[in-house]
């Protein structure tokens, strides 16, 4: 059985959603061969045991265009079982209708429901009927090596530390420079990694450690081994769920005004899931959550 499942976003967080999807989806055709097509995040879906094989598109620009017309060609000689797709907008229903395949499945976001249920509706049309809907994430041996490294040269190997990650993927989602240093000087005596990915943060705050140029790999291996996740809404928060971490996650609501919906069920709709989850947001900016309000939901001191 030929399968294609076709993803239009480079996005971690959906990245890792999709992690049980692959996992739920062999175990309904194990003897299938799974193709992804994607834009991004090649170094995460490569960890995915349950996908057979990848079609990469480039990134932007006429590249992607002139990529993803000889993919087409490539993909339109194929013949699929099954052809699973997010509910398209026109490119995609372009893009779908070059591809033959025996049945096609689409799949939309459930008003009220996570997301993950959208997902499970297309297992359940096809099938299936226990769903384990956890996430996963393997970290490769070395990966997790070179990251024990770090955290035994900065004294926190086998030690409760907080991750602190301030900026998401636009504005929005980004704390500026005065809400990190006051949160900061909140956790004073406390041990923090700042995820400075661009180094827009000093490093000069008390007690943090800057965490730069690491692939997201070896970020999530920093992740599996902290004791505690702060962080903005973005793919950080998804990976702090695959291990199980408690967490506060900033939401801006203003990041989904493409969304229907518009009030904090998108919270519910987008967010990490669990009991250990806390969720704090506001309306345009995340530096419109007060300081105090982040701070009294982290458990000060770590275990």
């Given at each position: 059985m030929k399968i294609l499942f076709v993803r239009i976003n480079d996005k971690i967080g959906d990245t890792v959603i999709e992690t049980f999807f692959y996992r739920e989806l062999k175990k309904l055709f194990p003897q299938?061969?799974?193709?992804?097509?994607?834009?991004?995040?090649?170094?995460?879906?490569?960890?995915i045991p349950y996908i057979d094989e990848f079609i990469f598109l480039p990134p932007g620009g006429l590249g992607k265009i002139i990529a993803a017309f000889t993919k087409t060609l490539y993909i339109w000689k194929q013949h699929y079982d099954l052809l699973i797709s997010l509910t398209p907008h026109w490119r995609m229903k372009f893009f779908n209708a070059f591809i033959r395949a025996n049945r096609k499945e689409y799949f939309d976001v459930i008003k009220g429901a996570h997301v993950s249920e959208a997902y499970s509706q297309v297992l359940k049309r096809l099938g299936k009927e226990k769903i384990d809907t956890t996430y996963e994430?393997?970290?490769?041996?070395?990966?997790?090596?070179?990251?024990?490294?770090?955290?035994?040269?900065?004294?926190?190997?086998?030690?409760?530390?907080?991750?602190f990650n301030p900026a998401g993927g636009d504005p929005n989602r980004t704390l500026n420079q005065l809400q990190v240093q006051q949160i900061m000087e909140q956790l004073r005596g406390?041990?923090?990694?700042?995820?400075?990915?661009?180094?827009?943060?000093?490093?000069?705050?008390?007690?943090?450690?800057?965490?730069?140029?690491?692939?997201?790999?070896?970020?999530a291996a920093l992740v599996k081994n902290a004791a505690y996740i702060l962080t903005v809404d973005t793919g950080i928060a998804h990976i702090a769920e695959v291990f199980g971490k408690p967490m506060t996650v900033l939401f801006?609501?203003?990041?989904?005004?493409?969304?229907?919906?518009?009030?904090?069920?998108?919270?519910?709709?987008?967010?990490?899931?669990?009991?250990q989850v806390q969720k704090l947001w506001a309306q345009e900016s995340v530096n419109q959550i007060p300081v105090?309000?982040?701070?009294?939901?982290l458990p000060l001191p770590l275990q």
């Open positions: 299938s061969h799974l193709t992804v097509m994607c834009c991004g995040n090649k170094e995460l879906l490569r960890q994430l393997p970290i490769p041996n070395q990966v997790q090596k070179e990251v024990d490294l770090f955290l035994e040269k900065n004294h926190l190997l086998g030690k409760p530390f907080l991750i406390t041990p923090v990694v700042l995820l400075n990915w661009q180094g827009h943060y000093p490093t000069t705050f008390p007690e943090a450690i800057s965490w730069r140029h690491a692939s997201i790999l070896q970020t801006s609501l203003k990041h989904y005004q493409h969304e229907p919906m518009k009030d904090i069920s998108l919270l519910t709709i987008w967010g990490p899931r669990g009991s105090a309000a982040i701070v009294s939901q």
